[in-house]
């Protein structure tokens, strides 16, 4: 059975910065189109950042410059590096997965993979 664990939320001031983890188990995603959506109390699910098979990456425009997104393969790791937090950024983060292209990822309404979701608080 795949799954798909966050870890490395938590509350942080404006200006801070923090790294999700997602571990993925039971399954190697490297063929996988891996990312990370969010959703915010009151808002819509937003696509943040997404990295590719081939190493390709794309990025919400909130995020851009702030946000950095990794993965590595050998151990079924994907990262996002979230600097210069704002307090837009509070949400609930979750890590995803699917076969389709980077360009597509945001799109998604459902993904193959998904995972519980780990909190993020930015205070002002």
């Known amino acids: 059975q795949v799954k798909l664990t966050e870890t490395g939320g938590g509350s942080v001031q404006a200006g801070g910065s923090l790294r999700l983890s997602c571990q993925a188990s039971g399954t190697s995603y490297s063929t996988y189109s891996m990312g990370w959506f969010r959703q915010g109390p009151g808002k819509l699910r937003e696509g943040v950042a997404v990295?590719?098979?081939?190493?390709?990456?794309n990025y919400a425009e909130s995020v851009k410059g702030r946000f950095t997104i990794t993965k590595d393969n050998t151990k079924n790791i994907l990262y996002l590096q979230m600097d210069n937090l704002i307090p837009e950024d509070t949400a609930t983060y979750f890590c995803?997965?699917?076969?389709?292209?980077?360009?597509?990822?945001?799109?998604?309404?459902?993904?193959?993979?998904w995972g519980q979701g780990t909190q993020v608080t930015v205070s002002s």
């Open positions: 995803a997965g699917d076969p389709v292209s980077p360009a597509a990822f945001f799109k998604l309404r459902r993904t193959h993979y």
């Open positions: 990295i590719g098979e081939d190493g390709s990456t």
